[in-house]
Protein backbone atom coordinates (compact mmCIF):
# COMPACT_ATOMS: atom_id res chain seq x y z
CA UNK A 1 0.00 0.00 0.00
CA UNK A 2 2.11 3.34 -1.38
CA UNK A 3 0.14 6.46 -1.70
CA UNK A 4 1.49 9.63 -2.65
CA UNK A 5 1.10 12.51 -0.02
CA UNK A 6 0.63 15.94 0.02
CA UNK A 7 0.52 18.60 2.71
CA UNK A 8 -2.17 21.38 3.29
CA UNK A 9 -0.11 25.40 3.33
CA UNK A 10 -3.03 26.06 5.98
CA UNK A 11 -0.55 24.98 8.33
CA UNK A 12 1.06 28.03 7.99
CA UNK A 13 -2.25 30.16 7.96
CA UNK A 14 -4.91 31.54 5.49
CA UNK A 15 -3.00 34.45 3.90
CA UNK A 16 -1.14 32.81 1.09
CA UNK A 17 1.21 35.64 0.34
CA UNK A 18 4.58 35.00 -0.91
CA UNK A 19 6.40 34.40 2.61
CA UNK A 20 4.30 31.08 2.76
CA UNK A 21 6.38 29.89 -0.25
CA UNK A 22 9.37 29.63 0.77
CA UNK A 23 8.32 26.73 3.12
CA UNK A 24 7.49 24.83 -0.01
CA UNK A 25 10.96 23.69 -0.15
CA UNK A 26 10.75 22.22 2.99
CA UNK A 27 7.94 19.87 2.37
CA UNK A 28 9.69 18.57 -0.45
CA UNK A 29 12.73 18.16 1.56
CA UNK A 30 10.77 16.11 4.25
CA UNK A 31 9.10 13.78 1.95
CA UNK A 32 5.85 14.96 0.47
CA UNK A 33 5.05 14.69 -3.34
CA UNK A 34 2.91 17.83 -3.29
CA UNK A 35 0.91 20.47 -1.37
CA UNK A 36 -3.05 21.73 -1.06
CA UNK A 37 -3.32 25.26 -1.51
CA UNK A 38 -6.26 27.51 -0.67
CA UNK A 39 -7.36 29.51 -2.84
CA UNK A 40 -9.27 32.72 -1.68
CA UNK A 41 -7.57 35.58 -3.87
CA UNK A 42 -8.68 35.16 -7.62
CA UNK A 43 -6.71 37.21 -9.28
CA UNK A 44 -4.52 35.40 -11.31
CA UNK A 45 -0.64 37.29 -11.74
CA UNK A 46 -1.21 36.63 -7.59
CA UNK A 47 -0.49 33.04 -8.03
CA UNK A 48 2.47 33.48 -10.10
CA UNK A 49 5.36 33.23 -8.08
CA UNK A 50 3.16 30.21 -6.00
CA UNK A 51 3.52 28.23 -9.99
CA UNK A 52 7.15 29.43 -10.75
CA UNK A 53 8.14 27.60 -7.38
CA UNK A 54 5.54 24.58 -7.59
CA UNK A 55 7.43 24.15 -11.26
CA UNK A 56 10.83 24.55 -9.95
CA UNK A 57 10.48 22.06 -7.21
CA UNK A 58 8.43 19.80 -9.75
CA UNK A 59 5.24 19.36 -6.25
CA UNK A 60 1.83 18.18 -7.40
CA UNK A 61 -0.09 20.68 -6.39
CA UNK A 62 -4.05 20.53 -4.96
CA UNK A 63 -6.24 23.62 -4.34
CA UNK A 64 -9.10 24.06 -1.73
CA UNK A 65 -11.66 26.62 -0.82
CA UNK A 66 -14.94 27.54 1.07
CA UNK A 67 -17.83 29.97 0.63
CA UNK A 68 -18.87 32.99 3.23
CA UNK A 69 -22.69 34.21 3.86
CA UNK A 70 -22.48 36.34 1.38
CA UNK A 71 -21.75 33.40 -1.24
CA UNK A 72 -23.94 31.00 0.34
CA UNK A 73 -24.46 28.37 -3.10
CA UNK A 74 -27.98 27.90 -0.69
CA UNK A 75 -29.25 30.96 -0.32
CA UNK A 76 -32.61 31.69 -1.31
CA UNK A 77 -31.02 34.90 -2.80
CA UNK A 78 -30.57 34.22 -6.24
CA UNK A 79 -28.02 36.89 -6.33
CA UNK A 80 -25.75 35.40 -3.53
CA UNK A 81 -26.02 32.00 -4.96
CA UNK A 82 -24.81 33.49 -8.14
CA UNK A 83 -22.15 35.05 -6.40
CA UNK A 84 -20.82 31.94 -5.09
CA UNK A 85 -20.74 30.06 -8.46
CA UNK A 86 -18.89 32.94 -9.44
CA UNK A 87 -16.22 33.00 -7.16
CA UNK A 88 -15.88 29.41 -7.80
CA UNK A 89 -15.71 29.49 -11.43
CA UNK A 90 -12.51 31.84 -10.78
CA UNK A 91 -11.07 29.48 -8.09
CA UNK A 92 -11.74 26.64 -10.69
CA UNK A 93 -9.51 29.05 -13.29
CA UNK A 94 -6.77 29.48 -10.48
CA UNK A 95 -6.59 25.74 -9.98
CA UNK A 96 -6.45 25.05 -13.46
CA UNK A 97 -3.50 27.32 -13.90
CA UNK A 98 -1.37 25.99 -10.87
CA UNK A 99 -2.01 22.92 -12.64
CA UNK A 100 -4.49 21.65 -9.59
CA UNK A 101 -6.63 18.13 -10.30
CA UNK A 102 -9.01 19.05 -7.80
CA UNK A 103 -10.14 21.68 -5.70
CA UNK A 104 -11.83 20.62 -2.69
CA UNK A 105 -13.79 22.21 0.10
CA UNK A 106 -17.49 22.63 2.08
CA UNK A 107 -18.90 25.01 -1.08
CA UNK A 108 -21.99 22.96 -1.68
CA UNK A 109 -23.07 25.49 1.01
CA UNK A 110 -21.68 28.40 3.44
CA UNK A 111 -19.47 27.92 6.20
CA UNK A 112 -20.46 27.88 9.81
CA UNK A 113 -23.99 29.40 8.42
CA UNK A 114 -27.49 27.70 10.02
CA UNK A 115 -30.88 28.01 9.59
CA UNK A 116 -31.64 26.08 12.84
CA UNK A 117 -33.18 23.11 11.11
CA UNK A 118 -32.55 20.58 9.02
CA UNK A 119 -31.65 20.92 5.09
CA UNK A 120 -34.84 21.44 3.13
CA UNK A 121 -35.10 19.21 -0.22
CA UNK A 122 -35.26 23.22 -2.18
CA UNK A 123 -31.63 24.15 -0.74
CA UNK A 124 -30.22 20.39 -1.43
CA UNK A 125 -31.74 21.75 -4.96
CA UNK A 126 -30.30 24.42 -5.17
CA UNK A 127 -27.02 23.35 -4.10
CA UNK A 128 -27.17 20.74 -6.59
CA UNK A 129 -27.76 23.35 -9.28
CA UNK A 130 -25.17 25.65 -8.21
CA UNK A 131 -22.74 22.74 -7.45
CA UNK A 132 -23.78 21.82 -11.69
CA UNK A 133 -23.22 25.20 -12.90
CA UNK A 134 -19.63 25.27 -11.38
CA UNK A 135 -18.96 21.02 -12.54
CA UNK A 136 -19.81 22.33 -16.69
CA UNK A 137 -16.88 25.44 -16.11
CA UNK A 138 -14.48 22.83 -14.03
CA UNK A 139 -15.06 19.93 -16.36
CA UNK A 140 -13.41 22.48 -19.71
CA UNK A 141 -10.83 23.01 -17.15
CA UNK A 142 -9.95 19.30 -16.58
CA UNK A 143 -10.52 20.19 -12.85
CA UNK A 144 -12.28 17.95 -10.23
CA UNK A 145 -14.93 19.24 -7.72
CA UNK A 146 -13.98 17.44 -4.29
CA UNK A 147 -17.29 18.32 -2.45
CA UNK A 148 -16.41 17.95 1.81
CA UNK A 149 -18.66 17.38 4.14
CA UNK A 150 -18.26 18.84 7.61
CA UNK A 151 -19.26 17.88 11.21
CA UNK A 152 -22.29 19.29 12.46
CA UNK A 153 -20.98 22.05 14.19
CA UNK A 154 -20.08 23.84 10.89
CA UNK A 155 -22.38 22.46 8.71
CA UNK A 156 -25.75 21.57 8.62
CA UNK A 157 -26.55 20.57 4.95
CA UNK A 158 -23.91 17.35 4.90
CA UNK A 159 -22.61 16.22 7.80
CA UNK A 160 -21.68 13.09 7.13
CA UNK A 161 -20.66 10.42 4.66
CA UNK A 162 -23.99 9.44 3.35
CA UNK A 163 -25.34 12.93 3.11
CA UNK A 164 -22.55 13.91 1.03
CA UNK A 165 -22.80 10.71 -0.89
CA UNK A 166 -26.80 11.07 -1.14
CA UNK A 167 -25.99 14.80 -2.78
CA UNK A 168 -23.03 13.74 -5.15
CA UNK A 169 -25.16 10.99 -6.81
CA UNK A 170 -28.03 13.79 -6.99
CA UNK A 171 -25.49 15.69 -9.15
CA UNK A 172 -24.57 13.22 -10.87
CA UNK A 173 -21.71 15.04 -12.77
CA UNK A 174 -18.55 13.29 -13.71
CA UNK A 175 -16.44 16.44 -12.56
CA UNK A 176 -17.94 16.17 -9.09
CA UNK A 177 -16.41 13.96 -6.57
CA UNK A 178 -16.06 13.39 -2.57
CA UNK A 179 -13.18 14.48 -1.25
CA UNK A 180 -12.91 12.79 2.51
CA UNK A 181 -11.51 13.93 5.70
CA UNK A 182 -10.89 12.18 8.81
CA UNK A 183 -11.06 14.66 11.46
CA UNK A 184 -15.19 15.06 10.50
CA UNK A 185 -15.22 11.30 10.20
CA UNK A 186 -14.05 11.06 13.59
CA UNK A 187 -17.40 13.24 14.88
CA UNK A 188 -19.61 12.24 12.94
CA UNK A 189 -18.95 8.40 11.97
CA UNK A 190 -19.14 5.60 14.01
CA UNK A 191 -16.46 3.90 11.87
CA UNK A 192 -14.49 5.89 9.74
CA UNK A 193 -13.55 3.29 7.85
CA UNK A 194 -16.86 1.82 7.47
CA UNK A 195 -18.29 5.17 5.91
CA UNK A 196 -14.76 5.28 3.58
CA UNK A 197 -15.59 1.66 1.79
CA UNK A 198 -19.72 2.65 1.86
CA UNK A 199 -18.79 5.73 -0.11
CA UNK A 200 -15.46 4.51 -1.77
CA UNK A 201 -17.52 4.49 -5.63
CA UNK A 202 -17.75 8.51 -5.06
CA UNK A 203 -14.23 9.34 -2.88
CA UNK A 204 -11.72 10.85 -5.38
CA UNK A 205 -9.40 12.42 -2.44
CA UNK A 206 -8.72 12.49 1.26
CA UNK A 207 -7.46 14.50 3.59
CA UNK A 208 -5.63 13.10 6.97
CA UNK A 209 -6.69 15.03 9.84
CA UNK A 210 -5.87 14.97 13.37
CA UNK A 211 -9.19 15.61 16.01
CA UNK A 212 -6.97 18.33 17.44
CA UNK A 213 -6.29 19.69 14.06
CA UNK A 214 -2.57 19.28 14.83
CA UNK A 215 0.06 16.58 14.54
CA UNK A 216 -1.03 13.26 13.07
CA UNK A 217 -0.98 10.31 15.35
CA UNK A 218 -0.59 13.05 18.42
CA UNK A 219 -4.75 12.66 19.09
CA UNK A 220 -7.49 9.77 19.06
CA UNK A 221 -7.96 9.46 15.41
CA UNK A 222 -8.36 5.41 14.88
CA UNK A 223 -5.42 5.37 12.44
CA UNK A 224 -5.24 1.64 12.13
CA UNK A 225 -8.70 1.63 11.41
CA UNK A 226 -8.66 4.57 8.77
CA UNK A 227 -5.89 3.18 6.93
CA UNK A 228 -7.56 -0.27 6.79
CA UNK A 229 -10.07 1.35 5.35
CA UNK A 230 -8.04 2.81 2.29
CA UNK A 231 -7.06 -0.29 1.65
CA UNK A 232 -10.60 -1.97 1.42
CA UNK A 233 -11.68 0.34 -0.76
CA UNK A 234 -9.04 -0.23 -2.98
CA UNK A 235 -8.24 3.67 -2.81
CA UNK A 236 -5.79 5.34 -5.71
CA UNK A 237 -5.64 8.68 -4.86
CA UNK A 238 -3.40 11.17 -2.85
CA UNK A 239 -3.29 11.20 0.79
CA UNK A 240 -3.31 15.58 2.20
CA UNK A 241 -2.13 16.23 5.34
CA UNK A 242 -4.36 18.48 7.05
CA UNK A 243 -3.38 20.15 10.00
CA UNK A 244 -4.81 24.07 11.60
CA UNK A 245 -3.36 25.87 14.18
CA UNK A 246 -3.87 29.22 15.90
CA UNK A 247 -2.60 31.38 12.35
CA UNK A 248 -6.46 30.19 11.37
CA UNK A 249 -8.54 32.24 12.97
CA UNK A 250 -11.64 30.63 11.49
CA UNK A 251 -10.39 27.30 13.05
CA UNK A 252 -11.28 28.64 16.37
CA UNK A 253 -7.97 26.84 17.59
CA UNK A 254 -6.86 29.63 20.51
CA UNK A 255 -3.86 27.00 21.77
CA UNK A 256 -0.97 25.89 20.40
CA UNK A 257 -0.54 21.57 20.07
CA UNK A 258 2.73 21.43 18.79
CA UNK A 259 5.77 22.78 18.71
CA UNK A 260 6.69 24.51 15.26
CA UNK A 261 4.74 24.20 11.68
CA UNK A 262 8.03 22.51 10.53
CA UNK A 263 8.32 19.66 13.50
CA UNK A 264 4.13 18.66 12.71
CA UNK A 265 4.51 18.51 8.79
CA UNK A 266 7.43 16.07 9.72
CA UNK A 267 6.55 14.09 12.56
CA UNK A 268 2.85 13.68 10.08
CA UNK A 269 4.91 12.52 7.43
CA UNK A 270 7.08 9.99 9.70
CA UNK A 271 3.02 9.26 11.49
CA UNK A 272 1.75 8.09 7.69
CA UNK A 273 4.86 6.46 6.76
CA UNK A 274 4.91 4.25 9.27
CA UNK A 275 1.18 2.68 8.30
CA UNK A 276 2.85 2.47 4.47
CA UNK A 277 5.84 0.33 5.96
CA UNK A 278 3.88 -1.96 7.85
CA UNK A 279 1.92 -3.78 4.48
Known sequence: MKYPIAMNTLVYGPDMNESIIKHLAYIKEVGYDGIEVPIFVTDLPYWKPWKEEIDRLGLTVFTVTFLGA????????????????????????????????????????????????APTQQELDWSKESM??????????????????????????VSNADQMHALVKAINHPNVKIMFDTFHAHIEEFNTGDAMVRIADEVGHIQLSENTRATLGEGQVNWPNVF?????????????????????PAACIWKKSYSTEAELILKSYQHIQKYLRDK
Open 70 to 117: DMNTISADPSVRQKGIDFLKKAVDISAYLGAAYLSGPFHSALSVFSGA
Open 132 to 157: LAVAEHAATKKVILGLEYLNRFENYV
Open 228 to 248: EGLERMNYKGWLVVEAFTPLL
